[in-house]
Nanobody
């Protein structure tokens, strides 16, 4: 019922920037949390940044000071601004939304993932 559409991935040189977007739609009454995760080849999926309702954010230590998560509540959209990208941050980036519908039923949905490649 809940669908996520991710965009913004691509190829960028080391030190460059990208902004990822994730728009949620469907049976959503309240969004409890939106976040970004990434999974590099041969590695576990890890939390990059998360935003909860009411406003609270947390980041992986490795991205603090370089990445910024933000939300547009009216559009049910979360963004991830990534600056000073490093080659080791090449990964598939996934959006995740935790929400509740009008019947107070909880949902946790992952986006399809978007590839971010940082060249050296």
């Amino acid at each position: 019922q809940v669908q996520l559409v991710e965009s913004g991935g691509g190829l960028v040189q080391a030190g460059g920037s990208l902004r990822l977007s994730c728009a949620a739609s469907g049976s959503i009454f309240r969004i409890n949390a939106m976040g970004w995760y990434r999974q590099a080849l041969g590695k576990e999926r890890e939390l990059v940044a998360a935003s909860t309702t009411p406003g609270s954010t947390n980041y992986a230590d490795s991205v603090k000071g370089r990445f910024t998560i933000s939300r547009d509540n009216a559009k049910s959209t979360v963004y991830l601004q990534m600056n000073s990208l490093k080659p080791e941050e090449t990964a598939v980036y996934y959006c995740k939304v935790d929400s509740q519908d009008g019947m107070w039923r909880r949902s946790s949905v992952w986006g399809q993932g978007t590839q971010v490649t940082v060249s050296s």
